[in-house]
């Protein structure tokens, strides 16, 4: 230990920045199974305690290492439950591979979210344009898998739920709409033991449930089919296994609790990314931060992003309405020339700029750059519209919005 880190040992070596929270690892060598990761006089020290071990990690040997603040360093946090107060500085940083704090002290927390604990932060990111209602929330009873792998594309992740040993799956996945629309069907890809009971159910409003499709089978897999019902208006789309008939036992006689995998659901007339895009910012790009230069914001914010976005929104920022200084960051990731990605910006519905040409601005690809504002009024809500020039022949992008209340 230090007065401002705490080593252990994880996977790899570890820290935890006793300053400021953050938990953060140092890939490539373990820690020994007695204390050797020493820090003195401005130096990690970490000599081999390793040599009788049969952990298979790449730098068996004796370290000595120092501060570089220009190498790329991200961390996790643990998460917050419930944010009961205002905001007071954050960042959001799109692509990102996990937190960062920057030297002002403001934590950065990835957007779209990794699986390692972060900031609760409540975000939504448009990246398209919509031609009908998009799924903005997905809940699940149980589950092995992410339920947001069902909405991805890729019929190689899945969503799944196991049996209990009487054959009863009992386990349902709902998606939520941000509008009322009618449906008439949906198209699922999923997998499950002979007879498995599939039903599909709407709600209006999450606590009356209408069954407008149900039947037994054993799924068409990854290829996906349709399936067809009556005309009903939903907001609340429920895809729910109940029984199936497969009595197999194992050798000691029990019966063999099986799965039932769902690995992709398009609602409705919906394809991806239209339906989906409100969900998760598929297109986004991440740079190692040596390529990006610039001293305007953090070169590691600009060194990753989203392409296409529409919109910008955060929620619980604060509860009575207070000023805000609102910063933008921004790189040009595909070596696009001036007047060729040219977009106005709008924050809480007032112009923030016209014509903003990220090329113009910075003068270089890969160089950082941003745009602020004073005396932002915000309330529960941050949104931040983006749309593109007459002529522009690329959407716009963003790296990074960054939040500090003007007390």
């Known amino acids: 230990a230090s007065p401002n880190l705490l080593f252990f040992r994880s996977g790899a070596a570890g820290y935890a920045d006793l300053e400021h929270g953050d938990t953060g690892t140092l890939g490539g060598f373990r820690a020994g199974c007695t204390a050797n990761i020493i820090p003195a006089d401005g130096i990690l020290n970490a000599p081999d305690y390793t040599r009788t071990c ?126 009322p629309a009618i449906l008439d069907n949906v198209h699922l890809a999923w997998g499950g033991p002979e007879g498995t009971t599939l039903r599909v159910e709407t709600s209006l409003d999450g606590e009356d449930w209408t069954v407008v499709f149900e039947k037994q089978g054993v799924g068409p897999g990854t290829a996906g089919r349709d399936y067809s019902f009556e005309p009903i208006e939903a907001r609340h789309v429920r895809i729910a296994f109940g029984d199936h008939a497969d009595e197999s036992e194992d050798d000691q006689g029990r019966r063999v609790r099986q799965w039932v ?100 601005a910075a003068g270089m690809p890969d160089h950082a750059v941003s745009l602020s504002s004073n005396n932002v009024r915000v309330g529960d809500t941050l949104r931040v519209e983006f749309v593109p020039a007459s002529g522009s022949t690329h959407p716009p992008v963003l790296s990074g919005v960054e939040i500090l209340r003007e007390d």
């Open 54 to 179: 049969t952990c298979s990690y790449q730098n068996q040997t004796s370290l000595g290492l120092i501060h570089m603040p220009e190498m790329e360093m991200w961390t996790f946090n643990q998460p917050i439950e419930e944010v009961r107060e205002s905001i007071v500085r954050l960042g959001i940083n799109f692509g990102a591979p996990g937190d960062r704090r920057d030297e002002n002290g403001t934590l950065w927390t990835p957007f779209p979210f990794t699986d390692a604990p972060s900031a609760a932060v409540t975000a939504l990111v448009n990246t398209v344009e919509f031609v009908d209602v998009p799924v903005t929330v997905i809940s699940a009873s149980a589950s092995s898998g992410r339920p947001g792998d069902t909405l991805d594309a890729d019929p190689s992740t899945r969503w799944q739920a196991q049996c209990d040993g009487e054959g009863t799956f009992g386990e349902w996945l709902r998606y939520d709409l941000s509008d």
């Open 261 to 360: 995998r769902l690995f992709q659901v398009k609602i409705g007339s919906l394809e991806w990314p239209d339906a989906y895009a409100y969900f998760m910012p598929m297109d986004t790009w991440r740079k190692h931060s040596l390529l990006v230069a610039g001293a305007d914001g953090p070169n590691w914010v600009a060194a990753s992003g989203v392409r296409g976005i529409r919109y910008f929104e955060l929620k619980n920022v604060n509860g009575a309405e207070q000023p805000y200084t609102v910063i933008l960051h921004f790189s040009e990731p595909d070596a696009q020339k001036p007047a060729g990605r040219v977009f106005d910006v709008y924050v809480q519905g007032r112009v923030m700029a016209r014509d903003f040409d990220i090329a113009a």
